[in-house]
């Protein structure tokens, strides 16, 4: 590890720091230098440890044994597969569209940027809430759009304010960004919030992007409401959602934008001639993951939970805050009393410690003091990486 | 019937596309082969596919791009100059987005995608010719479609204007022994230009959207961050079925393809390819 001539200081390496301000980078970074240590514990990518279900390979076995896999897909996706994500999203959602509302993606990341490019001119402001997934950052500057934080808060739970919402809007304010559950702080935008939100941007013609990637773990209290769903809504929002996260199946790469037909159609156009159609293999696994047995939700539900109780009775004995999971399968924790920035911290946890865990510097920059840590480990292990954590802390202390 | 509120907010280079008809895809050309398809299935099945894969696509397709390409007389690092792409739209896509920043598209052979995407990017194109000024420039060539006289005379043309070149070689695919050179193992290219092409030249893949872009890591690392923003990374089970298909079908045993008469261009100092 670097030296410092500063009795306690720690010294990231210079590649490290090279990218401390870029979230994006930070986070490959770290987890390049992960990938060389040999008993890490990975805390850090939201990629689910849990198997793809085994009836969705065994669909896309099938496809690719009957030849289904070799013929192109429409640059929409299979319409079997359109139709399957329409019939979720109104009897999981609440959200009534057809088929002509769904485009299929490349992952709920292509989604993202698709959305960006097809609504943001040069100038366009889009109001997202901070601190977020900064891929949102790269892909409304990639379409010339300017991005303006909505702060939140862990006394909130970091729920949405209707207030900061409204105070945060000009005249070149274009859309609305939420993510509930959201990434990195796992909050869950509550439902009176939503619903005040949808009166200010049917007040203001604003669009609002929902992005619901992680809308299969929501915990009680809280209770996910889909914005589409809200009277008046549906003409003027773009649900993203997709398989990776609520199936384990990140390498499959499949996601969708639903909305209007009319928005759909553009959309599909523009797809059509940048990105391309999605990989028909990948489509026919993720409609055997939307049509096929649903059990697997559940269980993957109770399995993170039982991660999150545990990773939190850690973080209370380590004497780190932290609002309480609503979502997704985060733990967003403000590790200030360890004495060090989080960016040092998360170096130290992983040169020391050997356990990979994202600093809150890598989703916004004023969250100087925040860890993201991920619950993607089996229980022991999240254990194991909770005594080693305790360890270079205690050690830490002693030192100074 | 009105337009919802989100066709009305459509940015103008989406907007277009509500009163276009959506292209129907193509009907495949061939099929995979059932040695293939197996193995596919096997990574499916021993759960291979479940996770991300490394950005630039797995290993040992890296490696085999890089091996190919070396053969061809064209050097690239596997693990910082290649890339699997979801398909060679994508490829052609993100390599004009990401290269074309500040720069004037120039185009030569059939590259009748490059208008559109030019569109979307609000760039400047032009057709190439020798009195072109090329400062400052993005050439996009299908080699393919040009003559030797035409590459010859086009590579002329880059050393005096030093532009970055894209070069779509997807007419020649990886798994046959190469219908010509690759543009990047001419004189003085390899440093300026970034090769994009497909796995399979029987058409069979295509639906699988699987594709490939390589070059120095200076050129490549731009097109990688944007592609990686836009899918974070290929889909796997294409990525394995792409490995499979040139397990299947490794270019420097296939009998060589007919009909292009070979350039007189020769690569620097590298071992010629199987050309015809």
Known sequence: ?400 | MKPSPLADALAQRAAKWLAHPIPAPDRPLAETSEGMRNEVIEAMEQHQCDHYTRRPGIAPLCNAVSEILSRRGVTVDADSGVVICGGLGEARYVALTALSENRKIVIAGHVDYAQDIGELLDCEIQEWNVDLDGNGTLLLIHTGSLSPNQWIDIASWCDQHDPIVIADESDDALDQPGIHPPFASQNEMAERTLSLGRFDSSGALDAWQVAWFAGPTSLVQQVRDLKQAITICSPAPAQYAALAHLNENPSDRRPPSKGKASLTIDPPSKEKPDAH
């Not at chain 1, 597969?81 to 769904?102: H, P, S």
């Not at chain 1, 040092?344 to 925040?370: C, M, N």
């Open chain 1, 1 to 400: 590890m670097p030296t410092s001539s500063i009795p306690g200081e720690v010294v990231a390496p210079s590649e490290l720091q090279a990218v401390a301000n870029d979230g994006t980078r930070l986070r490959y970074a770290l987890m390049e230098m992960a990938a060389s240590i040999p008993d890490v514990i990975a805390l850090g990518r939201g990629d689910p440890d849990l198997d793809t279900p085994e009836h969705v390979i065994a669909a896309a076995a099938n496809a690719v044994e009957q030849g289904l896999a070799d013929e192109p897909a429409p640059p929409a996706g299979l319409p079997e597969l359109r139709q399957a994500v329409a019939d979720k999203l109104r009897r999981d959602n609440n959200i009534g569209l057809e088929a002509d509302g769904v485009l299929i993606t490349g992952g709920g990341q292509e989604g993202i940027f698709l959305v960006m490019q097809a609504l943001l001119e040069p100038g366009d402001e889009i109001l997202v809430p901070d601190p977020r997934y900064t891929s949102y950052d790269q892909a409304i500057e990639q379409a010339g759009g300017t991005t303006v934080l909505l702060p939140t808060r862990p006394e909130d739970g970091f729920d949405l304010d209707p207030e900061v919402v409204s105070n945060a809007i000009t005249p070149r304010t274009k859309a609305l960004l939420i993510v509930s559950p959201n990434n990195p702080t796992s909050g869950v935008v509550s439902s009176d919030s939503l619903r005040r939100i949808a009166r200010i941007a049917q007040e203001k013609n604003l669009i609002v992007i929902s992005d619901e990637i992680y809308e299969r773990y929501v915990y009680p209290p809280a209770e996910q409401l889909s914005m589409a769903s809200l009277p008046g809504m549906a003409e003027r929002t773009v649900t993203l959602g997709g398989c990776s996260k609520a199936y384990a199946m990140t390498g499959w790469r499949v996601g969708w934008v639903a909305g209007p037909a009319d928005f759909i159609h553009a959309l599909t156009g523009y797809k059509a001639v940048t990105t391309g159609p999605v990989s028909a293999v990948s489509q026919y696994a993720a409609l055997a993951a939307l049509t096929g047995p649903q059990d697997v939700i559940e269980e993957s539900r109770r399995i993170y939970l039982d991660r999150r109780d545990s990773m939190m009775a850690g973080l209370d004995r380590m004497g780190f805050t932290y609002a309480p999971p609503l979502g997704a399968f985060f733990i967003y924790t403000n590790a200030s009393s360890s004495g060090l920035s989080a960016f040092e911290l998360s170096y130290l946890l992983l040169k020391e410690g050997h356990v990979l865990i994202f600093p809150g510097t890598a989703f916004g920059e004023r969250w100087q003091d925040w860890l993201r840590i991920s619950l993607l480990q089996p229980t022991p292990q999240i254990e194991e990486a909770l005594r080693r954590m305790e360890a270079v802390i205690a050690r830490r202390r002693n030192d100074l």
